[in-house]
């Protein structure tokens, strides 16, 4: 079981940038990747991004690319995901999520550990 704890969130305002980080402890050696996920209010939980332990190949989903930048410090056993220009519909609660899958890893159904989320709020 892998354990995950972010941190970052936070108030900004439209325009800003902030970077979230997400620690990993526990069997962090049988991880494939890990990902950050947000779920807005009254919305799913939806894909941002996802690293791979190895190799650091990074994918975004289409709507963040550009803007959200996701790296990895192996040595950390930490991921952080560095956003850009954040707008009103950035708010959200962000999650780290990690998994031992080979597949899947722009859905929520393709990772085994999840972080508890951190909130960031953007204002107009």
């Known amino acids: 079981q892998v354990q995950l704890e972010e941190s970052g969130g936070g108030l900004v305002q439209t325009g800003d940038s902030l970077r979230l980080s997400c620690e990993a402890s526990?069997?962090?050696?049988?991880?494939?990747?890990m990902a950050w996920f947000r779920q807005g209010p009254g919305k799913e939980r939806e894909f941002l991004s996802a690293i791979a332990w190895s190799f650091s190949t990074a994918y975004y989903a289409d709507h963040v690319k550009g803007r959200f930048t996701i790296s990895v410090n192996s040595a950390k056993n930490t991921v952080y995901l560095q956003m850009m220009n954040l707008k009103p519909e950035d708010t959200a609660v962000y999650y780290c999520?990690?998994?031992?899958?080979?597949?899947?890893?722009?859905?929520?159904?393709?990772?085994?550990?999840w972080g508890q989320g951190t909130q960031v709020t953007v204002s107009s």
């Open positions: 999520a990690s998994t031992t899958q080979r597949t899947g890893w722009s859905t929520v159904g393709g990772y085994d550990s």
């Open positions: 526990g069997r962090t050696f049988s991880g494939k990747a």
